[in-house]
């Protein structure tokens, strides 16, 4: 599929690393370092810009190396990028690590994944039907 964008980074355009890949990685598009303090958070901007079909969504995800190595995740994981937005590309990251990171421009800080959605309409009724599992949740199906 074709997908509009606009980049106003002097980065490279986000491109899967691999014929399997799901994931694109964003990078930092920022003037100068800034270093995020353990459990601080910051929005660091891509100089990216797209245009959706509707019915898809942009997702924006954790860099899975990053998580480990560094423990810099994505606050809003998956952080969701709707069809009719036009503004340019955040991150929301987060240092969930006990070490300052400094967040360099061009780094790659994310991975956005494309990804069909549905819409729902509502079906208002006086009661549902009967399953196994019912009401129980948050671990009621078991640790195995």
């Keep these: 599929m074709k997908i509009k964008i606009i980049n106003r980074s002097q980065h490279p355009l986000p491109d899967y690393e691999s014929i399997a890949s799901a994931g ?6 920022v003037s100068e370092p800034s270093t995020l303090q353990p459990l601080q958070r910051a929005v660091v901007k891509t100089g990216l810009f797209i245009e959706l079909p509707i019915g898809y969504e942009a997702q924006v995800r954790p860099r899975s190396g990053l998580a480990a190595k560094k423990g810099i995740s ?10 009719d937005y036009r503004g ?3 991150v929301i990251l ?19 994944v494309i990804a069909k959605h549905e819409r729902a309409v509502w079906e208002e009724v006086e009661e549902l039907s ?5 009401s129980g949740g948050f671990g009621s199906t078991g640790v195995n």
């Design 74 to 83: 994505v606050l809003n994981a998956p952080g969701t990028i709707d069809a």
């Design 88 to 90: 340019e590309i955040g």
């Design 130 to 134: 009967e399953t196994e599992r019912g």
């Design 24 to 29: 694109m990685d964003l990078r930092a598009n």
């Design 94 to 112: 987060v240092n969930l690590s006990n070490e300052p990171f400094t967040i360099e421009n061009g780094e790659r800080i994310a991975q956005l």
